[in-house]
């Protein structure tokens, strides 16, 4: 059995064991913050670093040039569908690609949403001049209504269709639709829900674009949407 002498004995020879091997490792982390700020070594730390941060650099280059040639494609492909199903080419085309640029540049949506904006109205049936007077005002109720351009590009063509109005009143009828979402409580896409019931009927009888959109926005303040509104105000109509 060991002897309260001998544990003394064994726990300073640890100690001093511990004490050695404590006082050899300050040594080392002494020199090695010596060698550290050895100007040599300082100035190859720098190089080092400098070479870290030139490759994520160009990294982040190579990714940001990977991203534009595939929007630049995509909106290539994009603008090659409209010209297909306008049938356009030549300076048709040509415009409207200027038209996609511009607005890409001016507005808050990519060249490459602008022409899928311009795909939807073109499946529509509008030509390439119809389609570069409305793809401004899509664009603007797209923005206003937080929406993307096909479904902006729908609500406007079919409204204009539904009251046989002409591309030139592109304009005008999403001022509409944007006047009458800013002043009651629906939403775009809720008025193009009920206009798709009662717009047929509200033109039979006289009732223009802007009285439909009214008073759907009446309705809408009472709780009535959608096609519940639409539906509403053509069996009200159909009774006149």
């Excluded at 982040?60 to 534009?68: Q, T």
């Excluded at 079919?158 to 030139?168: C, E, H, Q, S, Y």
Aim: avoid cysteine.
């Amino acid at each position: 059995m060991a002897t309260i002498g001998n544990l003394w004995i064994n726990i300073k020879a640890n100690t001093r064991s511990l004490q050695r091997g404590i006082g050899g490792a300050r040594n080392s982390l002494a020199a090695f913050g010596k060698f550290m700020m050895n100007p040599a070594v300082l100035g190859i730390a720098v190089v080092a670093i400098a070479i870290v941060a030139w490759v994520k650099l160009g990294s982040a280059i190579v990714s940001g040039l990977k991203s534009a040639v595939m929007e630049s494609k995509k909106f290539n492909q994009s603008m090659a569908k409209v010209g297909a199903v306008t049938m356009s080419t030549g300076k048709g085309f040509d415009d409207m690609r200027q038209k996609a640029l511009e607005l890409g540049r001016t507005s808050v949506f990519t060249a490459d949403q602008v022409a899928e904006g311009m795909l939807a109205l073109a499946k529509a049936g509008l030509t390439e001049n119809e389609v570069i007077k409305a793809v401004t005002a899509t664009s603007d109720l797209a923005a206003a209504a937080d929406l993307d351009l096909a479904e902006a590009s729908g609500v406007v063509v079919n409204a204009m269709r539904a009251f046989d109005l002409k591309a030139k009143d592109t304009t005008h009828i999403a001022d509409v639709f944007a006047i009458v979402m800013s002043r009651s409580n629906t939403t775009v896409l809720e008025m193009a829900d009920a206009m798709s019931y009662v717009a047929p009927v509200a033109r039979s009888l006289g009732f223009s674009l802007e009285h439909t959109a009214a008073m759907i926005g009446v309705l809408a303040d009472s709780g009535i949407k959608g096609s519940m509104a639409g539906t509403g105000l053509r069996r009200v109509m159909s009774a006149l």
